[in-house]
């Protein structure tokens, strides 16, 4: 199986920060990867797939870069809502992995 | 307004059986491939199985191969997870994902205990 790890596994920030958290596959997965949102006690949220591609409805303060092994999630000004963990999903074959997630908090 | 509703969750003892269900309303369920993820408690999310839009294409995690069996029908707008030979590891929230571009569309969980 695909390995995915993110970095860091948290990180501090503040309102109107911008903020990168990093995606490495353990192969090359050209452009098959997501991000996702979550919120404590809610179901995750997509926000990009196809490594860049917002989903539609996701402001575009986030944004995702990458191919092959090495992707970025940039959120460009933190916005309070945005404090959440965010974890990266290969799709390019199966079975499909998330990374463990990057938690973001003031 | 398109919604995912899991159902079936609760507490059963290490060997038990589980059956998981997610009604789907809104939109036309049969145009989708379908998704189990789980999250146990305090952790990452865990992708389990998918299943395609005919049923006719399954895929399976290590974790879940053998004993968790996903299935669909189309004409209840209804997707099923199947869960025998439960342990103690598969103690988490169980969502139900439509795949568009992504898992685009979430259910709100069940949560399966599995304890003596």
């Known amino acids: 199986a695909i390995q995915m790890t993110q970095s860091p596994s948290s990180l501090s920030a503040s309102v109107g920060d911008r903020v990168t958290i990093t995606c490495r596959a353990s192969?090359?997965?050209?452009?098959?990867l997501r991000w996702y949102q979550q919120k404590p006690g809610k179901a995750p949220k997509l926000l990009i797939y196809?490594?860049?591609r917002l989903e539609s409805g996701v402001p575009s303060r986030f944004s995702g870069s990458g191919s092959g092994t090495d992707f970025t999630l940039t959120l460009s000004s933190l916005q309070p809502e945005d404090f959440a963990t965010y974890y990266c999903l290969q799709d390019y074959n199966y079975p499909r992995t998330f990374g463990q997630g990057t938690k973001v908090e003031i | 307004q398109m919604q995912l509703v899991e159902s079936g969750g609760g507490l059963v003892k290490p060997g038990g059986s589980l059956r998981l269900s997610c009604a789907a309303s809104g939109f036309t369920f049969s145009d989708y491939f379908m998704n189990w993820i789980r999250q146990a408690p305090g952790k990452g999310l865990e992708w389990i199985s998918d299943?395609?839009?005919?049923?006719?294409?399954?895929h399976y995690a290590d974790s879940a191969k053998g004993r968790f069996t996903i299935s669909r029908d189309n004409a209840k707008n209804s997707l099923y997870l199947q869960m025998n030979g439960l342990r103690a590891e598969d103690t988490a929230v169980y969502y139900c994902?439509?795949?568009?571009?992504?898992?685009?569309?979430w259910g709100q969980g069940t949560m399966v205990t599995v304890s003596s």
């Open positions: 994902a439509r795949e568009h571009s992504g898992f685009d569309l």
């Open positions: 196809a490594s860049f």
């Open positions: 299943i395609s839009s005919r049923g006719t294409t399954i």
């Open positions: 192969q090359d997965i050209r452009n098959e």
